[in-house]
């Protein structure tokens, strides 16, 4: 079946604009995930959606961020007024259950961003 | 908060030798520890994970050992080959809890010369 699905793949935009990035998750899994990951580092937790519920959003680096769920399905992550260190790839991850569980997150490709 | 440590941040091996990645995890309630392969211009891929009711658990040419009182977790190779070449990453999270997040390690490149 497929896997989680993003796009763009990659994205040059200037300093100050906004971004939209998507995530399709895979069919049937209630938990999405958003990370960041910045050259030469690890993964760095942004946001997670359980079905219904309230987001996490503690991993959010600043009120520039934001993320929305559409129907538990489709998530976007917006950066608005976009800075040059939001440069790095966001990846959407995606599992059957919620965490805390021991689920296995199955990954997307990525999207890579450079801001001019 | 959980803190992993992953070292080293870069191996070079001949094929056909065994690499070794370890981690340390500062947090003793975590119980639940994944190993991830990243291959360039991809997602991260589950490789391998451990549940800390167990001390060890294989899968062909690769291996995860964990010491809970220690706090550390190791990753084996055997027989290395080129097509191992990539990032691997460690994590750790406190399955069961209402949080749970992954934590990662910031990722050893391995480079596996023929």
């Known amino acids: 079946g497929a896997g989680v699905s993003q796009s763009p793949s990659n994205k040059v935009t200037e300093k100050g604009k906004d971004v939209e990035l998507r995530c399709d998750p895979i069919?049937?899994?209630?938990?999405l995930y958003w990370y960041r990951q910045s050259l030469g580092q690890g993964l760095e937790f942004l946001i997670y959606?359980?079905?219904?519920?309230?987001?996490?959003k503690s991993g959010l680096p600043s009120d520039r961020f934001s993320a929305e769920r559409t129907g538990g399905s489709v998530s976007t992550l917006t950066i608005q007024r976009t800075q040059q260190e939001d440069s790095a790839v966001y990846l959407c991850?995606?599992?059957?259950?919620?965490?805390?569980?021991?689920?296995?997150?199955?990954f997307g490709p990525g999207t890579r961003l450079l801001v001019l | 908060g959980e803190n992993v440590e992953q070292h080293p941040s870069t191996l070079s091996v001949q094929e056909g030798d065994s690499a070794v990645i370890k981690c340390t995890y500062s947090?003793?309630?975590?119980?639940?520890f994944p190993w991830y392969k990243q291959e360039l211009g991809k997602g991260p891929q589950l490789i391998i994970d451990?549940?800390?009711?167990?001390g060890e658990k294989k899968d062909q040419r690769i291996a995860v050992t964990l010491n809970k009182t220690a706090k550390h977790f190791s990753l084996h190779i055997t027989e290395t080959q080129p097509e191992d070449s990539a990032v691997y990453f460690c994590?750790?999270?406190?399955?069961?809890?209402?949080?749970?997040?992954?934590?990662f390690g910031k990722g050893t490149k391995l480079s596996v010369k023929p």
């Open positions: 069919s049937g899994h209630t938990a």
């Open positions: 947090d003793s309630a975590s119980n639940y």
């Open positions: 451990i549940r800390s009711n167990v």
């Open positions: 959606f359980q079905g219904n519920s309230a987001p996490d």
């Open positions: 991850a995606s599992s059957l259950y919620p965490r805390g569980r021991g689920e296995t997150q199955y």
């Open positions: 994590a750790a999270s406190t399955a069961g809890g209402s949080q749970g997040n992954l934590i």
